[in-house]
């Protein structure tokens, strides 16, 4: 089973500041990355897949990279609305599929 | 526009059991990979299972052998039977379109509680 590794588990920032993410693979996923974002009370919502490839609507502020067992999210400009947690996932070699456990985005 | 629909969560004791649907509109069903993740209260996002477009199955071990995940094609439904239930698998169940390809749409879920 993959196991993906996020950190920081929490990351405070301000409006207008950049947010980076990481999410480890504990064997290569290839470029099978996806990263949901979750706002409470909220199903989780598809951001990135393939590790950079933008979902239809989300924003240029968000941008995935890496391949293999290194990934990041990278949000460009805090808006409010992204403060929320954040979860990669891998399609490489299932089942199972696996999430990471998050990153907390917080003001 | 793509919409899912999850329902039949509940109150339910150990060892009980428990249907969920998903009605699932907007796009073509019979077409697209389904698939249902859980998320216990405070918790992150756990995959539970997923069927394939031919009727393929797989599941998490955690579920193996008490769940059983299966569509309707001609009615847009995806359905997920859970018997055996454990105070564990108390969570929000979500259905989303996809699995094997990325999950791009989800339903708002519906709520298991496994309790006496």
């Known amino acids: 089973e993959i196991v993906l590794t996020q950190s920081p588990a929490t990351l405070s920032l301000s409006p207008g500041e950049r947010a980076i993410l990481s999410c480890r693979a504990s064997?290569?996923?290839?470029?099978?990355l996806a990263w949901f974002q979750q706002k409470p009370g909220q199903a989780p919502r598809l951001l990135i897949y393939?590790?950079?490839n933008r979902a239809t609507g989300i924003p240029a502020r968000f941008s995935g990279s890496g391949s293999g067992t290194d990934f990041t999210l990278t949000i460009s400009s805090l808006e409010p609305e992204d403060f929320a947690v954040y979860y990669c996932?891998?399609?490489?070699?299932?089942?199972?599929?696996?999430f990471g456990g998050g990153t907390k985005v917080e003001i | 526009e793509v919409q899912l629909l999850e329902s039949g969560g509940g109150l339910v004791q150990p060892g009980e059991s428990l249907r969920l649907s998903c009605a699932a509109s907007?796009?073509?069903?019979?077409?697209?990979?389904m698939t249902w993740v859980r998320q216990a209260p405070g918790k992150g996002l756990e995959w539970v299972s997923t069927?394939?477009?031919?009727?393929?199955?797989h599941y998490a071990s955690s579920v193996r052998g008490r769940y059983t995940i299966s569509r309707d094609n001609s009615k847009n439904y995806l359905y997920l039977q859970m018997d055996r239930l454990r105070a564990e698998d108390t969570a929000v169940y979500y259905c989303?379109?996809?699995?094997?390809?990325?999950?791009?749409?989800w339903g708002q879920g519906t709520v298991v509680t496994v309790s006496s």
């Open positions: 989303a379109k996809g699995g094997e390809t990325p999950s791009d749409y």
């Open positions: 907007g796009f073509t069903f019979s077409d697209n990979v």
């Open positions: 069927i394939g477009t031919r009727g393929t199955t």
């Open positions: 064997q290569s996923v290839s470029r099978y």
């Open positions: 393939d590790a950079s």
């Open positions: 996932q891998q399609r490489s070699d299932w089942p199972p599929l696996t």
